[in-house]
């Protein structure tokens, strides 16, 4: 049974930083590509960061310069390190598994964690 489980989120104002985590269960950590997605109320979910199994990353250009992704795979876990948050970063974040290697695609979502960045 895959399961993602999302922690971290909490309330913060605006210029702070928040750390996000993700630990994964039930698959092979090192085959699956690792992203945090978000959704703000009345908008549609949408990518923030990705990181490869081999560990290149990609962000969306709201986040680049102030979001880091990185993962260990040692304990089947990725982060989003939040600095430098905005009001306009509030939403639910939620972590996906995207499997990469060894096998046809496949993804699983986590059940999401609220950050809110007051102004």
């Known amino acids: 049974q895959v399961q993602l489980v999302e922690s971290g989120g909490g309330l913060v104002q605006s210029g702070g930083s928040l750390r996000l985590s993700c630990a994964a269960s039930?698959?092979?950590?090192?085959?699956?590509?690792m992203g945090w997605s978000r959704q703000a109320p009345g908008k549609q979910r949408a990518m923030v960061a990705v990181i490869l199994p081999g560990g290149s990353t990609n962000y969306a250009d709201s986040v680049k310069g102030r979001f880091t992704i990185s993962r260990d795979n040692a304990k089947n876990a990725v982060y989003l390190q939040m600095n430098s948050l905005k009001p306009e970063d509030t939403a639910v974040y939620y972590c996906?598994?995207?499997?990469?290697?060894?096998?046809?695609?496949?993804?699983?979502w986590g059940q999401g964690t609220q950050v809110t960045v007051s102004s």
């Open positions: 996906k598994a995207l499997r990469a290697l060894g096998g046809p695609p496949s993804s699983w």
């Open positions: 039930g698959i092979i950590f090192n085959n699956y590509t």
